[in-house]
């Protein structure tokens, strides 16, 4: 079955340190997104594609930076984590800009001590 | 920007009543697309329903259904006959051209 997994899923790291997460996806889908969930927040989008090799920024992008080399991959990486990153992270996709069906990973725990 | 706005951070509803939870929205787009999630202590978010806005007939799943009011940009979920397994956080959802903003939530506790 197609899917979409996240990793870690569980990562601890000290602030300053470049952090990369990871999401990878079997549908083939075009759309891909990371969100982070905060508490009072929900979840607030930090980037976004559409494709491969188009990024966009979301409502909360400071601090990290995506890349999309291929269709099935969009790693988020915290460039220099800092505390106010420790949350839960979430990858997504879409298979069209309808927005016809969304699949979430299971989430990535990050703490940045 | 889209923003979506749950006013109820917190609800309780007795085992086998209805509840009702509320959304509204602000957007200039005419066509786009609101879901309720539900996230359980897991974590996991699970799709409940889904509503294209150039619809007009209301979306049902089984025990959820949404009343969606276009012009007064409101979008809210009724869960009847709850069972204690609906107990989870549960977000509202606005989509447009592949970005989804998530309101903040609304905890629903199921009571026995």
């Known amino acids: 079955d197609a899917e979409i997994t996240q990793s870690p899923r569980h990562k601890i790291t000290e602030t300053g340190r470049q952090v990369t997460l990871a999401c990878h996806q079997t549908?083939?889908?075009?759309?891909m997104f990371w969100y982070r969930q905060d508490l009072g927040h929900g979840l607030r989008l930090i980037h976004y594609s559409y494709g491969v090799q188009d990024t966009n920024k979301g409502e909360v992008s400071d601090g990290y930076s995506v890349s999309r080399s291929n269709t099935e991959d969009l790693p988020l990486t915290l460039e220099s984590a800092a505390s106010s990153q420790t949350s839960v992270y979430f990858c997504?996709?879409?298979?069209?800009?309808?927005?016809?069906?969304?699949?979430f990973g299971e989430g990535s725990w990050l703490t940045v001590v | 920007a889209q923003t979506v706005t749950q006013s109820q951070p917190e609800m309780s509803v007795q085992e086998a009543e209805t509840v009702t939870l509320s959304c509204t929205y602000d957007t200039s787009e005419n066509n786009y697309y609101l879901f309720w999630y539900k996230q359980p202590p897991s974590r996991q978010m699970i799709l409940v329903i889904r509503q294209e806005a150039y619809k007009q007939q209301n979306a049902t799943e089984n025990r959820f259904s949404v009343n969606f009011q276009k012009a007064a940009k409101s979008f809210s979920l009724k869960i009847s006959d709850s069972q204690l397994g609906d107990t989870a956080m549960y977000f509202c959802?606005?989509?447009?051209?592949?970005?989804?903003?998530f309101g903040a939530g609304t905890r629903l506790t199921v009571k026995p």
């Open positions: 997504a996709s879409s298979d069209s800009l309808s927005g016809n069906t969304i699949y």
């Open positions: 959802a606005f989509m447009k051209l592949g970005d989804m903003r």
């Open positions: 549908w083939n889908h075009n759309n």
